[in-house]
Every structure is written in structure tokens, then in C-alpha cells.
Nanobody, 123 residues
Framework: QVQLVESGGGLVQAGGSLRLSCAAS????????MGWFRQAPGKEREFVAA????????TYADSVKGRFTISRDNAKNTAYLQMNSLKPEDTAVYYC????????????????WGQGTQVTVSS
């Protein structure tokens, strides 16, 4: 098991930027694929981005491609989500998640989850 704690959420104006962090503890962080998901009010949780254990492979939801960047620092046991050109529709609770295996966009394949951090984008 790996324990995950997100931080970096907040309130930002449309067009602004935020960087989310996901700090991991427990089992070897570098062996996990890391993902970011989000859940807007009244909607189901959806995939945002994922990165392989080495950082060599990434994938993004179409809605964030070109605006968000996922990265990781295995020496710091931390994954990041840099969010630029934010839009009001990006407002959601953002969750980081970890899985043992390849990069995947499917929520149920991630077994370890953080508690979430709120991102609110005002228009």
C-alpha cells in the first residue's frame, strides 16, 4: 500500500495556473504508475492524466491536453499536475491515485487514492 496526500488546490481566475502535488509514503513510490482524476459537482469522477513509474510515458484526457502537464520526482516521492490556462469547467475536486502496472485511464484499476484537493476556477 502507498498513502497519498494531495495539496496545491485553491481558487484561481480563468486563464490562471495552479500546480497540484501528490506526496506519497509507504511502499516504493517509484514502482507505481500515478494518475490524476477529478470530480465536479454532480458529475462522475473522470480521468485527467497519468504517468508511468519512470516518467517516460504519459497520457492525458482530451479536455486537458496541451494545458495540463503531469510529472513526477521519484527522489521526492511526489507527483505533480501543472495546470495552465484554467477554465471554469476545470473546477472540481482533484484526486491523485496509484496503481501497480502500466499507465491506465480506468479509475477502478487504481487501488490507492488520496483524499482530494479542491480547485475552483472563477470566470
Amino acid at each position: 500500500q502507498v498513502q497519498l496526500v494531495e495539496s496545491g488546490g485553491g481558487l484561481v481566475q480563468a486563464g490562471g495556473s495552479l500546480r497540484l502535488s501528490c506526496a506519497a509514503s509507504g511502499r516504493t513510490f517509484s514502482s507505481y504508475t500515478m494518475g490524476w482524476f477529478r470530480q465536479a459537482p454532480g458529475k462522475e469522477r473522470e480521468f485527467v492524466a497519468a504517468i508511468s513509474w519512470s516518467g517516460g510515458s504519459t497520457t492525458y484526457a482530451d479536455s486537458v491536453k496541451g494545458r495540463f502537464t503531469i510529472s513526477r520526482d521519484n527522489a521526492k516521492n511526489t507527483a505533480y499536475l501543472q495546470m495552465n490556462s484554467l477554465k471554469p469547467e476545470d473546477t472540481a475536486v482533484y484526486y491523485c491515485a496509484a496503481r501497480e502496472g502500466f499507465v491506465d485511464t480506468t479509475e477502478r484499476r487504481y487501488k490507492n487514492w488520496g483524499q482530494g484537493t479542491q480547485v475552483t476556477v472563477s470566470s
